[in-house]
């Protein structure tokens, strides 16, 4: 049989005393009472105080380092490959200010006159022009290499671009889902704001990750860990 805890001790002798105090047992007194039910509100206490902390769910950041530590303590923690991207869309901004400035010096011209033919015909070969450079620029995207970096709490997206490098950090726990678009995955986030950008013009760079980059299978199977846990209540 297991021993009495003290409150329990308190309340047998309390109960004892009343037995023997009281003429008839059928009618307690209210001092009997009072005492009684201070004893049973702090063996309420007591017992919450200690099955509190039996209760209390591990910190979600704290699962997402246990999951990086499984996933890579042990394996390479940057991931190279390769994207595709549109090429350069100066020289189409280029042309797109020439041509509204040759427009309005065409407006100024008299009609039927040399000038006029002339401006004309800058606008029909200007035109078939882009439309060779639009067709070529969607045959022939640029490759851009890319690397993903691993940390406990975040990774590094990296990309090196023909005029600079661009670097995103992308906190894990900011995650939302992926999803496959072209011949990548596209990761989603909770919200852009909290991605950091080498370069804060550059925010509507996706995250794209190429299906052919290294070590595919653990990275896609720990990003569907780590959204998992994003999307369980704290």
Not at 170 to 192: A, D
Not at 201 to 212: A, E, G, H, Y
Not at 214 to 220: D, M, Q, T
Request: charged share 20%; glycine share 2%.
């Amino acid at each position: 049989m297991s021993s009495k805890s003290s409150l329990e001790h308190k309340t047998d002798k309390l109960w004892k005393n009343h037995l023997t105090t009281q003429a008839e047992p059928s009618s307690p007194s209210n001092k009997f009472w009072n005492n009684y039910q201070v004893l049973v509100e702090k063996s309420k206490q007591a017992s919450i105080a200690v099955s509190a902390p039996l209760t209390q769910k591990p910190h979600k950041e704290a699962l997402i380092r246990d999951k990086f530590q499984v996933y890579w303590a042990n394996n390479h923690t940057t991931l190279n490959g390769e994207i595709k991207l549109p090429k350069s869309h100066k020289v189409f901004n280029t042309y797109g200010a020439v041509t509204i400035f040759v427009f309005l010096i065409y407006l100024s011209l008299p009609e039927n006159s040399i000038a006029a033919d002339i401006v004309y015909a800058f606008f029909l070969f200007g035109g078939i022009l882009m439309f060779k450079l639009s067709f070529l620029t969607r045959l022939s995207p640029q490759k851009v290499p890319c690397s993903i970096e691993l940390k406990e709490n975040h990774l590094l997206y990296k990309l090196s671009l023909e005029s600079e490098a661009l670097q995103v950090k992308v906190p894990y726990h900011q995650i939302k889902k992926f999803k496959v678009q072209g011949g990548y995955l596209k990761i989603l986030v909770k919200n852009r704001r909290a991605l950091t950008y080498s370069h804060p013009q550059k925010r509507k760079q996706d995250i794209l990750i190429p299906f052919d980059i290294e070590n595919p299978f653990y990275f896609k199977r720990f990003l569907g860990e780590i959204i998992e846990i994003n999307h369980t209540k704290s």
